[in-house]
């Protein structure tokens, strides 16, 4: 079994290289005319830098625009690769599937799919606002699909929670998340099956299916589905596949995208 990466800050050289390639970029010019660098002699070649030098300390609104012009670049790629990745698996992404717990109405027209880590605590702390929800709006149905990216003890977990829902379906599975999401102990085998037992669940069962054929086929479905998307890190919230909200979301941002995306 794989696992994506959890999500992690930027790293602070990110200005660093969008400035190096604001640079590369402002001279790219010269360096295409050049094919290389056979149409200069080294003295031009040298004059050249020169010139860009004195260029960019005379008006340094050169550099600050090109790292602007190279951010707005990056940003919309990236959504519309998030719009394409949307489109494509918007069936996956409306409509749940056999294994998928579902909070609110089954049948809403308003889906939001949730993908999570048992062990994430944003996770974990947005499930009151997500039950909140759903009250609220009648027609509104929230998909949740599990992936492990947090290690072996996430792994463990989501095992357990896809045993569960195989062996009990909806309610088994929300029973047995009650007490996982609630539970400070370190994930292991034994502590599922402990977990299990109090969820009221075959405790002998659940730990048999949690290495079976049927629970690792589903989430293998959850993550590949994930990676289609672009997912790098949990809770990520996808709102009618229309819009993407990764990472911890307040109740009113929620809110806001479901009435933005109904």
Known sequence: MTFLSPRRNRPRLLPTLLATGAMMAATAGAGRAADAQASFTPAQRQEIVEIMRNALKTDPTILSDAIAALRSSASAAQQNAARSALESHRGDLTTPTASDGVLGNAKGQTTVVEFYDPRCPYCRKVLPDLDRLTRENKDLRIIEKVIPVLGQPSLIASQALVAAF?????????????????????????????????????????????????????????????????????????????????????????????????
């Open 166 to 262: 195989v062996q009990g379906g909806q309610e088994g599975y929300f029973r047995m998340q009650n007490v996982v999401m609630n539970d400070s102990v370190q994930p292991t085998v034994e502590r599922m099956r402990t977990l299990a037992t109090q969820a009221g669940l075959n405790a002998t069962q659940l730990v048999s299916d949690m290495n079976g054929a049927k629970v690792t086929s589903i989430l293998q479905a959850n993550m590949e589905l994930a990676r289609a998307i672009g997912l790098d890190g949990t809770p990520t919230f996808v709102f009618n596949a229309r819009q993407i909200i990764p990472g911890a979301v307040s109740y009113d941002d929620l809110k806001k995208a479901i009435a933005q995306n109904h």
